[in-house]
């Protein structure tokens, strides 16, 4: 019973490099999520995606792309990595049109950008 | 814009004793869900509240949503330790989106 699983779980970036982080959902979902977490924030949408092959901007978008691959899978990429983007990183899933579904996340991905 | 607001953001409390956490947002929702993350940890899924005048209740934790004030309560009551935690509420936007709360950080002592 995996749920929500991400990679990697811990990475440290130098600004300007760029990376990908992975999600994928055994459950059979099909709305998906990207939230970041910051000290005192909460969290905050940087990107969703309703259904495979939709996408759409949360709250925080800028410096971010995302690509819903398949039902499964959402990545989340940083394609010049900024020290501001430091932060935890949580994927989310759920099955919209069940209101009493509520998202399930992952375990997070710590980034660090020095 | 929907505005999610959790007060208090710090609470010390006492095992034994009792307090509420409040949870108000700005935009008509009718669905509201509380989460608890441990630290260093995920969000697990504590209450999902579909409908004004809900009320859930697990052990030690009770929520309650009045979508007419656009208000949700977590009452904690006889607090103990291992209820130590952040809280969080996050309010339904549109269907689409959780808009979170800042969460509430509790910790409980002897």
């Known amino acids: 019973n995996a749920g929500v699983t991400q990679t990697p779980k811990f990475q440290v970036l130098k600004t300007g490099q760029s990376m990908t982080l992975q999600c994928a959902q055994d459950m059979n979902h099909n709305s998906m999520y990207w939230y970041r977490q910051d000290p005192g924030m909460g969290l905050r949408l940087i990107y969703y995606s309703a259904s495979e092959g939709t996408t759409d901007k949360g709250e925080v978008p800028n410096g971010y792309n995302v690509s819903r691959l398949n039902k499964r899978e959402f990545s989340l990429r940083l394609e010049s990595a900024a020290p501001s983007q430091t932060s935890v990183y949580f994927c989310?899933?759920?099955?919209?049109?069940?209101?009493?579904?509520?998202?399930?996340f992952g375990d997070g991905t710590r980034l660090s950008i020095l | 814009e929907l505005k999610v607001e959790q007060n208090p953001l710090f609470l010390s409390m006492q095992e034994g004793k009792n307090y509420t956490i409040y949870c108000n947002y700005s935009?008509?929702?009718?669905?509201l869900y509380w989460y608890r993350q441990d630290p260093g940890k995920s969000l697990e899924s504590l209450f999902v509240?579909?409908?004004?005048?809900a009320v859930k209740q697990e052990g030690r934790l009770m929520a309650s949503l009045d979508t007419k004030a656009r208000l949700s309560t977590l009452h904690i009551t006889a607090a103990v330790h291992d209820l130590s935690a952040t809280y969080f509420c996050a309010v339904d936007q549109a269907g689409t989106a959780l808009i979170f709360g800042k969460g509430t950080t509790l910790s409980v002592s002897s």
């Open positions: 935009t008509t929702s009718d669905r």
């Open positions: 989310a899933s759920t099955q919209t049109g069940f209101s009493n579904q509520p998202q399930h």
């Open positions: 509240l579909l409908s004004n005048g």
